[in-house]
């Protein structure tokens, strides 16, 4: 039961279907999810995707079942890979999958002549935190934010 790492195939659509709901629907309660939401694009072609020179789409796989995924933007104008989504799913945590997606979106980053990576982690995800920072992503800054649409400005 290797966990091996590889670009989207068009068969792997419903899976990466799934597991982006499964996702998104556990941002809803997080801490910094509502707007992680709203800054992250749903996506709803992954075909189109798949084919976008500009994306790096990966799937981890455990005995050929899909369990996580990485969605990756290059930016030439940013210099940099961006990623923008990333999951593994909770019972195949711990396989080092998560490291192996990182070290693959690296190399890609690297293959394309850019300069960097970057992703984000919510406040209080200590598991992505951790995944990014034993890859050597560290945080380079905080953004802090509070809604003030309840609160009338004094």
Do not use: F
Request: proline share 3%; glycine share 8%; with cysteine.
């Amino acid at each position: 039961m290797d966990p091996i790492v590889r670009r989207a195939e068009p068969t792997d659509a419903a899976d990466l279907t799934r597991m982006q709901a499964i996702v998104r629907a556990g941002m809803v309660n997080v801490r910094g999810g509502a707007l992680r939401l709203a800054e992250c694009e749903r996506i709803t072609d992954w075909l189109a995707l798949m084919s976008d020179q500009a994306a790096v789409v990966l799937v981890g796989t455990l005995d050929d079942a899909v369990v996580s995924y990485m969605v990756m933007h290059l930016s030439s104008s940013k210099d940099r890979g961006i990623i923008r989504h990333a999951y593994v799913e909770a019972e195949a945590r711990e396989l080092g999958l998560g490291d192996t997606l990182v070290e693959v979106a690296i190399a890609a980053v690297r293959a394309a002549g850019l300069a960097g990576i970057e992703a984000v982690a919510l406040p209080g995800d200590r598991e992505t935190k951790n995944l990014y920072e034993r890859a050597g992503l560290t945080a380079r800054k905080l953004t802090v934010y509070a809604s003030l649409a309840a609160t009338p400005l004094s």
